[in-house]
């Protein structure tokens, strides 16, 4: 997903392709005695809201019996585990807050069954984590573990792995578990963002506005999700705008060692920032940095379309330095004359608008009938989110990647 600097790293019960709910917060830890008739949901929460102070704790046990039993599964996982140890609760927090929301929750781990494909996941590892994952809920968990919350996760678990495992297999009859994509140009923009082009190995079936998760062979195993920079091409090419981040493996290598014949592999696409070329609705466009990529697609995306929908594009960035892609934004301009392109500095002089995304906003409009379209760093997605609602835009017309997957993806 998402433009920019290095995403999620995704793995077992990360957050993977397609995902969109963002976990909600669990209640404090309570000690009071639940009914024993409580429904299952009820008891999935309470644990998790007595290990949600040692998280930590819990999922570095959790990885270590996993390892200790099967050490087979050691080579699933990247050499560092550092990025990996929320994975699994911020999953099962999600899990056990939508444990009633069949819908949400379906969708929500039928993208991680598909995005574990490209792991090297198979049917046969889920009772293994399973058998681990109630160990530590069981060691961690003492005033609210017992045979009726041990049953309960049992049922859960294998609910979301079948879940997970059906998802795997319906994807696997439709496309690989990765492409092989070779670099065929890189192109530096500042000291810090480039602009990488690969050429996949096959037929690579995609929308505007989605991204997909991308691994160097410097750094196996570790995925960090980009989006596209382009809508479809005749030509297949797939293009990515990349920002070196610090300690940011897959972005520094990216940027800084990526060249021309070099290998890559990309996961499936995923995410749903999408035209909906059934409306004639116009379309609100906030970018912030690096997440000007999907923006510059779905622009592209209404030309071939060839219908004459407004759409107005903001083009936020720190500093006037920053606006690394104006000039390709404003080629845009000219040839489209329902293209509208402002570009906004939080800082410095010069022609662009400043005081940021949001305040550039509330002094054009009106909105209030327009398809509004977030990619950013997630700070700048939530202002922008409360900005768009604030000026009388319907949250089901505002349209972003989620939040949680966003997470330490941009600058």
């Known amino acids: 997903m998402a433009a920019g600097g290095d995403g999620r790293q995704g793995g077992w019960f990360g957050p993977g392709p397609g995902e969109r709910p963002a976990a909600a917060q669990a209640p404090a830890a309570g000690r009071a005695a639940v009914p024993d008739d409580a429904p299952d949901a009820v008891l999935l929460r309470r644990t998790m809201a007595e290990i949600e102070p040692i998280a930590d704790k819990v999922t570095s046990y ?36 939508h444990a009633e929301d069949t ?6 781990l039928t993208g991680l069954g598909r995005g574990h494909r490209k792991y090297g996941t198979l049917p046969e590892h889920y009772p293994a984590v399973g058998e681990c994952l109630i160990g530590a809920l069981a060691q961690h968990a003492p005033h609210s573990w017992g045979p009726r919350t041990e049953a309960a996760w049992v049922g859960a678990y294998t609910a979301i792995s079948q879940i997970m495992i059906d998802a795997a297999a319906q994807d696997e009859l439709r496309a690989p578990a990765w492409w092989q994509a070779e670099v065929v140009a890189h192109e530096p923009r500042t000291a810090d963002v480039a602009v990488v082009t690969v050429r996949p190995d ?63 592999r990309l996961g499936g696409p995923s995410g749903s ?8 609705n116009g379309l609100l466009c906030l970018g912030g940095g690096t997440g000007i990529a999907p923006i510059k697609a779905l622009v592209e995306d209404v030309a071939q379309h060839g219908r004459r929908r407004s759409v ?44 940021g995304l949001s305040g550039a906003v509330r002094e054009f409009g009106p909105w209030h009938t327009y398809e509004a379209y977030l990619s950013g760093p997630p700070g700048m997605i939530r202002r922008g989110v409360d900005t768009l609602v604030g000026i009388g835009i319907p949250t089901h017309r505002i349209r972003h990647d989620s939040i949680e997957e966003l997470v330490g993806t941009r600058n």
């Open 103 to 108: 819908a949400t929750l379906t969708a929500y």
């Open 62 to 97: 959790f990885y270590a019996l996993l390892f200790l039993r099967h050490p087979d599964l050691r080579a699933l996982f990247p050499a560092a585990m550092d990025a990996q140890r929320d994975r699994l609760f911020k999953a099962l927090l999600t899990a056990a807050t």
């Open 202 to 264: 096959q037929p690579y079936p995609f929308r505007a506005g989605q991204y997909t998760a991308l691994e160097t062979p410097w750094w196996p195993r570790v995925w960090r999700h980009y989006s596209f920079a382009s809508a479809p091409r005749s030509d297949g090419l797939l293009s990515f705008h990349v920002k070196a981040v610090p300690a940011g493996w897959v972005s520094n290598a990216l940027v800084h060692r990526a060249r021309p014949g070099d290998v890559l």
């Open 312 to 355: 107005d594009v903001f083009y936020g960035a720190r500093s006037n330095d920053d606006l690394y892609d104006i000039e390709t934004m404003l080629r845009l301009q000219q040839s489209h004359p329902w293209l509208s392109v402002r570009p906004v500095v939080d800082t410095g002089p010069g022609s662009a608008l400043s005081g």
């Open 273 to 280: 920032m999408t035209v909906d070329h059934h409306t004639d």
